[in-house]
C-alpha cells in the first residue's frame, strides 16, 4: 500500500471515528480509485456508505470485498476475514449476500466452524430451513463441545419440527459446565418455546423465569437504560397536545412522493404479517424496521440544539422546518432503498415507532397509520417467549411483570393520543386478520387508496426466500394459522398474577 493510499485509509477511519461519513466516503472513495482490487478499501468504503444511510451503495462494496477476499483465500484457505465480511453483511441485512461469501468459504476451507455457523444463519434468514438445519449440523461436528453451537441447531431444528430432538439438545446445554449467562439465558427461552410446541405447558415457565432472572447478568441487557422509554412515554402523554398535533393539518405539502403509510403497533401484535398481506399488493413497497423516524427525531434535536423536549422542539419548529424534516425522511428513504421504492406507496412498518407517533402525525399529518391490536394476554405471552435484542424497549420483556407493565404503559399512550390525531387511521385486529381474511383487509386497502387484489392472500409465497427483520420472519412464510389465538389460555394460572394490568386493555377492545 502506498503511503498516500495509506494517508487516505487513515484519514478515511479519523473521519468515521467522528462520525463524518460523508468525509470518509470521499477517502476510501479516493483511495478505491488508487487501489480497486484491495479489499479492505473496498470493505471500509462500503461500511461508510451504510452507516451514511446509502446502505444499497454500500452494500455493493461490500460485496465487492467478500469476493476478493474469497479469491484471496483460495490460495491460503484462510477464510477468516471473508467470513468477517460474511458477518458484515448480515448486520446490514443481507443475508443473500452473506450466504453467496459463505457458500463459497466453506469450499475453500470444509473444516472451519465459523463457516458453517455463518451458513446456518444466512439459510435461516432467508427461510430456508433444510440447509439450514444441514449447515448447523455440520457446524456442531466441527465442535460438539460448543454450547452456542448447539444452541443454535436446537433453533433450527424447532424451525424445521423436530421439537423432540430439540428439547434434548437443550435440556443437556443446560447441564454444560462452562455455559455462560447469555447461552443460559437462550437455553432456557428455546426450551421454554420448544415445551410450548410439545404442549408440555406445565413447564414453560419454569425456564421463563429461569431465563429473566439471568437477563439482567449479560453484558447487553445490563447496558440497557430501562428508564428511558417510560420517561419518554410520560413525557409525550403530558406534552402533545390536540393543537400541537394538530398544528399543520390543514397545510398543503409540495411533495412529488406520497405521504408514507405508517404500520404501527405493540411488539408482537402482527405487524409483520400485515405488512406481508400489504406489501403483496404491486402498489406497495414495504420499509421494513428501519431507523427512518429515529433519525428523523435525531435531526429535529439537532436544529433544535437539543433544547427542550421533542414536543418543545416541535412547537419551536416553522413550516419550513417541517419541510425539511419530512425532505430529510425522503431522502434517508431513498438512500436506503433507491429506485424499488419508485412509483409505488411507501409502508413504513417498524413496530415501536409507536413511541414516536406524536411526531410522526405532527411532521406528516396527511400520512396514514394502521394500528395494530391483539388480544393483551397473546401479545405478552409472545413477547416473553421470543429472544430480542437488547434495546431500552425490548429490556422490559424479560421478565413477567416487566412485560405486562410496558405493554400497559405502550397502549396507554395510544389511548391518551389517538382521539387527538389529525391524521387518518385504523385500529386493525390481528385475530380478524386470522379469522375473516379478506373482510379485514379491505379496509385496511381502502384506508391507503388501493383496490383490493385477491393475490394478496398468497402473501406467504412472496416471504419464503427473503430476509425479514422482524423475529416472526418465519412464521409469515406459511399461510395463516390460528394456532396462535387465544394461546394464553394454556397458562391461565400464570396470567393471575398480572391481569390487573392488562384487565383495562381487554375491555377497552371488547376481548372477553
Not at 430432538?165 to 462452562?178: F, I, N, Q, S
Not at 413504513?348 to 409507536?354: A, F
Given at each position: 500500500m502506498s503511503f498516500h493510499i495509506s494517508l487516505l485509509m487513515q484519514q478515511g477511519q479519523a473521519a468515521i471515528n467522528a462520525k463524518n461519513f460523508a468525509e470518509a466516503v470521499a477517502c476510501f472513495a479516493q483511495a478505491a480509485k488508487e487501489s480497486p482490487k484491495d479489499p479492505q478499501i473496498q470493505a471500509c468504503l462500503g461500511q461508510s456508505y451504510c452507516w451514511q444511510g446509502l446502505r444499497a451503495q454500500g452494500l455493493k462494496y461490500l460485496r465487492v470485498s467478500g469476493q476478493l477476499l474469497l479469491k484471496r483465500a483460495k490460495k491460503n484457505r484462510d477464510t477468516r476475514l471473508a467470513l468477517d465480511l460474511a458477518d458484515q453483511l448480515q448486520y446490514w441485512g443481507d443475508y443473500s449476500g452473506s450466504l453467496d461469501v459463505c457458500k463459497q468459504a466453506v469450499q475453500i476451507n470444509p473444516e472451519y466452524v465459523r463457516g458453517y455457523q455463518l451458513l446456518a444463519l444466512s439459510h435461516s434468514r432467508l427461510n430456508q430451513k433444510k440447509s439450514a438445519l444441514v449447515a448447523g449440523r455440520?457446524?456442531?461436528?466441527?465442535?460438539?463441545?460448543?454450547?452456542?453451537?448447539?444452541?443454535?441447531?436446537?433453533?433450527?431444528?424447532?424451525?424445521?419440527?423436530?421439537?423432540?430432538?430439540?428439547?434434548?439438545?437443550?435440556?443437556?446445554?443446560?447441564?454444560?459446565?462452562?455455559?455462560?449467562?447469555?447461552?443460559?439465558?437462550?437455553?432456557?427461552?428455546?426450551?421454554?418455546?420448544?415445551?410450548?410446541?410439545?404442549?408440555?405447558?406445565?413447564?414453560?415457565?419454569?425456564?421463563?423465569?429461569?431465563?429473566?432472572?439471568?437477563?439482567?447478568?449479560?453484558?447487553?441487557?445490563?447496558?440497557?437504560?430501562?428508564?428511558?422509554?417510560?420517561?419518554?412515554?410520560?413525557?409525550?402523554?403530558?406534552?402533545?397536545?390536540?393543537?400541537?398535533?394538530?398544528?399543520?393539518?390543514?397545510?398543503?405539502?409540495?411533495?412529488?412522493?406520497?405521504?408514507?403509510?405508517?404500520?404501527?403497533?405493540?411488539?408482537?401484535?402482527?405487524?409483520?404479517?400485515?405488512?406481508?398481506?400489504?406489501?403483496?399488493?404491486?402498489?406497495?413497497?414495504?420499509?421494513?424496521?428501519?431507523?427512518?423516524?429515529?433519525?428523523?427525531?435525531?435531526?429535529?434535536?439537532?436544529?433544535?440544539?437539543f433544547q427542550g423536549s421533542v414536543p418543545e422542539q416541535l412547537r419551536q419548529l416553522d413550516f419550513?422546518?417541517?419541510?425539511?424534516?419530512?425532505?430529510?425522511?425522503?431522502?434517508?428513504?431513498?438512500?436506503?432503498?433507491?429506485?424499488?421504492?419508485?412509483?409505488?406507496?411507501?409502508?413504513?412498518?417498524?413496530?415501536?415507532?409507536?413511541?414516536?407517533?406524536?411526531?410522526?402525525?405532527?411532521?406528516?399529518?396527511d400520512a396514514k397509520l394502521v394500528f395494530l391490536l391483539r388480544d393483551a394476554r397473546d401479545v405478552c405471552l409472545s413477547c416473553i417467549m421470543q429472544t430480542m435484542i437488547p434495546t431500552p424497549s425490548t429490556v422490559h420483556l424479560l421478565t413477567w411483570q416487566g412485560t405486562a407493565q410496558f405493554y400497559a404503559q405502550v397502549m396507554t399512550w395510544w389511548l391518551t393520543v389517538k382521539p387527538k390525531l389529525s391524521m387518518e387511521f385504523i385500529e386493525f385486529k390481528y385475530e380478524n386478520a386470522v379469522f375473516d381474511f379478506e373482510v379485514a383487509f379491505k379496509p385496511v386497502f381502502s384506508l391507503m387508496g388501493l383496490e383490493w387484489d385477491p393475490a394478496v392472500a398468497d402473501f406467504h409465497k412472496n416471504a419464503a426466500g427473503k430476509y425479514i427483520a422482524s423475529p416472526s420472519f418465519s412464521q409469515v412464510a406459511q399461510p395463516l394459522y390460528s394456532s396462535s389465538v387465544g394461546r394464553w389460555k394454556h397458562y391461565q394460572a400464570d396470567f393471575v398474577e398480572i391481569m390487573p394490568i392488562l384487565q383495562p386493555f381487554l375491555d377497552v377492545y371488547s376481548y372477553e
Open positions: 455440520k457446524a456442531l461436528s466441527l465442535a460438539p463441545g460448543s454450547a452456542m453451537l448447539a444452541i443454535l441447531l436446537a433453533t433450527l431444528e424447532i424451525a424445521d419440527g423436530l421439537h423432540e430432538d430439540a428439547r434434548k439438545r437443550l435440556e443437556k446445554v443446560l447441564t454444560h459446565p462452562a455455559i455462560t449467562p447469555e447461552e443460559k439465558f437462550r437455553a432456557h427461552k428455546e426450551l421454554a418455546r420448544v415445551l410450548d410446541k410439545l404442549k408440555d405447558f406445565q413447564q414453560v415457565f419454569t425456564h421463563l423465569h429461569a431465563a429473566g432472572e439471568i437477563a439482567p447478568r449479560i453484558p447487553e441487557v445490563a447496558k440497557q437504560d430501562a428508564a428511558l422509554v417510560p420517561a419518554l412515554l410520560a413525557t409525550y402523554q403530558a406534552e402533545f397536545t390536540a393543537d400541537l398535533l394538530g398544528r399543520w393539518a390543514q397545510a398543503t405539502f409540495p411533495n412529488q412522493q406520497p405521504a408514507p403509510v405508517f404500520l404501527l403497533g405493540f411488539m408482537r401484535t402482527g405487524t409483520t404479517l400485515t405488512q406481508e398481506v400489504l406489501g403483496a399488493h404491486p402498489r406497495v413497497f414495504v420499509a421494513d424496521e428501519t431507523d427512518l423516524v429515529a433519525s428523523v427525531v435525531k435531526e429535529l434535536n439537532r436544529i433544535s440544539k419550513a422546518g417541517v419541510l425539511y424534516l419530512r425532505d430529510f425522511y425522503w431522502q434517508r428513504a431513498k438512500a436506503l432503498f433507491g429506485d424499488k421504492m419508485a412509483g409505488r406507496l411507501f409502508l413504513d412498518k417498524t413496530t415501536m415507532n409507536s413511541i414516536d407517533l406524536g411526531v410522526i402525525n405532527c411532521l406528516f399529518p
